[in-house]
């Protein structure tokens, strides 16, 4: 008698690593099964050669280059990738959602409804680690990554709303919020156990302590034009630009699997899948320069602050995919990280404070982030990097 077993729903990106894991396995098995077919066959030929001179020991895998049990190595690189940040994602829907609950305090104050997303960004990356191994099982690794990217008024780096005409305001359209610049910076500390299954195929558990900062510089924008029937007929409302620095801090506690396949004596694949979950703090401080523009022709520019802050949390997963050439003490890694990320707010307190009238521009959020905190926000990075190393043996005969 069977009993049925129900699987859980799981997320999109944890069933393509599981269907990744299944497919790596299926393309291994018939090279294991040929290994082990090869052995069972070449069993009279094995006592007439050397040790040395063995075709499948020239793969084994359970120390360093099949003599060296201890190993340093250095590695620094550089990349490139795709950025979909967080903090414009977030923009649109919490930006929408805001502009209707302003309803009920100022009703007829201009909606704000997204027409334009932001798109995925460039950044450049740089990379570098220190990594120090025992018996190729056994490894300690501090990391750090770094992706940054600048950007300008020529690149899509930001949302564009649209404001319905009201019984007070005209209708109009205008850029919302901009990133200027985007910093994001990861930290590891890994200790992983990988144990051989064959002299070509090693698969173990990993633990990462990871602390991550990401700094964003960013500039909001709208604009909106009284109706002559406002209570200060035809005046604009222009929010010229600004700036202000959103920065987040978060650490955690990560999971993982860590496999190496090894091809040839000089190549090696590596693959890693960690369950991202990380929590800290945010904090958005800065300017906003608004201009207004009167009837009888006079204008002036008036300055607003916004500042809020909270706690927010990262989930999701980070695939780090890495083919690795070799010769003598030296290496070229050539890989690809991808991290995809859900990030939610725990809690998001704050206000613009300044004298402009509310319902004249649109701001960030308005006390309590109940925009901010009904909903997860979408944050991927794909990055492809090359990095090159160098490393030192040790054994109980010498050094290398």
Known sequence: MFTKIKIPNLP???????????????????????????????TTTKTSVPLEDREDNKTRMDIFNQVYEHRLMLRGGWGIGKLSPAILNETGPAWFQNSLFRQISEPGAPLSIPYK????????????????GYKNKFEVQFAEDTSLGVYSRNLPASNNFFSPRTDTYWASSFEGNRLLRFEGVSQHLRFSYTHPFSKIFMIGPSINFHRYTERNNISYGSYSTSRPEASIPNKVTWSIGGDANAEYSMK??????????????WWELRARVELLDRKGNFSVLGSQIIQEIFTDGSSHLTGVVPAYGGKVRDKGTILNLESSFQYCR?????????????????????????????????????YIGFSEMSGSIKHTITEFYIMPGVSFYYDSDKIY
Do not use: C, H
């Open 12 to 42: 999109k990106s944890i069933r393509i690593i599981f269907v990744f894991m299944i497919l790596f396995s299926v393309l291994l098995f018939p090279l294991l099964a040929e290994e082990n077919t090869k052995e069972g066959s070449d």
């Open 117 to 132: 997303p932001a798109k995925e960004l460039g950044v450049n990356s740089q990379f570098w680690d220190i990594r120090y």
């Open 252 to 265: 955690g506690i990560l999971p993982g699997i860590f496999t190496k396949f090894k091809l040839r004596d």
């Open 330 to 366: 030296f290496s070229l890694d050539i890989g690809l990280i991808r991290q995809d990320v859900k990030r939610t707010y725990e809690s998001y307190l704050g206000d613009t404070v300044g004298n402009v009238p509310r319902s004249d521009y649109s701001a960030r959020s308005v």
